[in-house]
C-alpha cells in the first residue's frame, strides 16, 4: 500500500486520529487547567494573578515551540513533530503530580506549551494536506482536526472531577496533583491512537520552487485579529469554571457545562466547514471573533443557568473554528510550500497573544470588579480582533 492509500480510501478515520493531537495539545494540556483551577488556588492560596500565570506560562512555551516547530519539521517532518510532541507533553503533564512549589508548576508549563506548539503546529500542517486530498470536504476536516480539542475537553469535564473526588475520598494531601497524572495517562493512550494513522500522509515540507512565500505585510490584519483572539479567548477558558463556581453554580452543572462546551468544538467541524471553503479573506475570522465576544460577555451579564450554557454552548461552537479559519486562510492564498510558515507564522502571534491574556485578566479580577471585569476585557479584545479581521483582504494568486 503507498503511504497515501489509507488518507485517501479513509480520510474521515485519518482526520479523527489527527484531532487526537489537537485534543491533547490544548483541550487536555491547557484547558483542562481550568478545572484545575479553583481547588490548586484554594489548597496553595494562589491569588488570581498567580492562577492566570500559570496559564501565561503555557502561552509563552507555545510561543516558543511555535518558533522552534519549523526547523523541526524541516529536519524531521511533520509526524516526528507530532508524535515527539505529544509524548513529551504526556510527560510534563504527569509530573505536575509530584509537585506543589509555583515556579516547579510554572515550569511544567512551560514545557508543557513548548510541547503542545509542536503536536499543533505539525498536525494542522497534516490536516492541511490531508484536506488537499480531498478537496471538497478541505473545510470539514481541517475542522474535524481542530475539533478535536473538544474531545479532550469532555474528557477533561468528566475526568477530573471524578479524580478529585476519589482522592478526596482517599483524603490525599493535594487531591489535584491525582488528576494530573490521570490527564498524564490519558494524553499518552492518545498519542498511540493517531502515531499510525498520521503516518499515512506526507510529513516532509514540498521542495519549493522559490514562489508562494508567507509574506509577514500581506496578512498584516489577519495576523493582528488573530493576535486579538489570543488576548481574548484565553481569559474566558482560564477563568470561566472559577466564575461559574464563585456564582454558585453546582459541581454536576459546571460539568455539564464543560462537557457540553467540549461537544460544541466537536460539531463546530460541520457548523463552519462551508464558510471556511467559500471566504477567501478575512471574513470568517471577523464574524467568528465577534461572536465569541458575544459568548464572552453572557455570563457577565446575567448568572442565569440558561445564560452560562448558551455562552458555553456558542464559545464552544465558535472557537476553534477561528484556530480553523486561518488554517483555511494561509491553504485559499498561498501554495503548499509555503503552508508551514504561514501556520507557523499565524501560531506565533497566538501565542504571543495568549501570553498577555491570562496574567492580565487575572490582575483585573484581583481588583474591586473582579473575574466579570477580567472577562469584560477579554469580550473588548475580541470585539477589536473581528474589526482588525474585517480588513483582511484574499490575495491575488497567479
Known sequence: MRKHDFAIRHPLLTALALSMGAAISLGLTRFSYALLLPPMRA??????????AMNTANAFGYFVGALITPMLMRRWGAQTALIGGAVLASVFMALSGFVTDADMLLLQRVLAGIASAFIFIAGGVLAARLAALHVERAGFLIG???????????????????????????????????????????????TL??????????????????????????????????????????????????????QGMSAPA??????????????????????????????????LNALLGVATLLPVLSSAPLAVFISGTLFGAVFLSVVASTTALVRHNLPSEAWTTGISGFTTVFAFGQIAGPTVVGWISDTAGGLQRGLVFSAVALFVGAALATRQRALARG
Open 43 to 52: 489548597d496553595l492560596g494562589w491569588s488570581y494573578l498567580l492562577a492566570g
Open 144 to 190: 474535524l482536526y481542530y475539533g478535536g480539542t473538544g474531545f479532550g475537553i469532555s474528557l477533561s469535564a468528566l475526568l477530573v472531577p471524578a479524580v478529585l473526588s476519589a482522592a478526596a475520598a482517599r483524603e490525599a494531601a493535594h487531591a489535584w496533583q491525582w488528576a494530573w497524572l490521570a490527564l498524564g495517562g490519558v494524553c499518552f493512550l492518545m
Open 193 to 246: 491512537l493517531m502515531a499510525r494513522p498520521a503516518h499515512h500522509i506526507e510529513g516532509k515540507p514540498a521542495a519549493s520552487g522559490g514562489h508562494g512565500h508567507f509574506r509577514i505585510r500581506s496578512f498584516a490584519f489577519g495576523l493582528a485579529g488573530y493576535f486579538m483572539f489570543g488576548v481574548g479567548y484565553i481569559g474566558y477558558m482560564t477563568f470561566v469554571i472559577a466564575l461559574l463556581k464563585e
Open 254 to 287: 459546571i460539568t455539564a457545562f464543560y462537557a457540553l462546551l467540549g461537544l460544541a468544538v466537536v460539531a463546530s467541524s460541520r457548523i463552519w466547514a462551508h464558510m471556511l471553503d467559500r471566504f477567501k479573506g478575512g471574513q470568517s475570522l471577523a464574524i
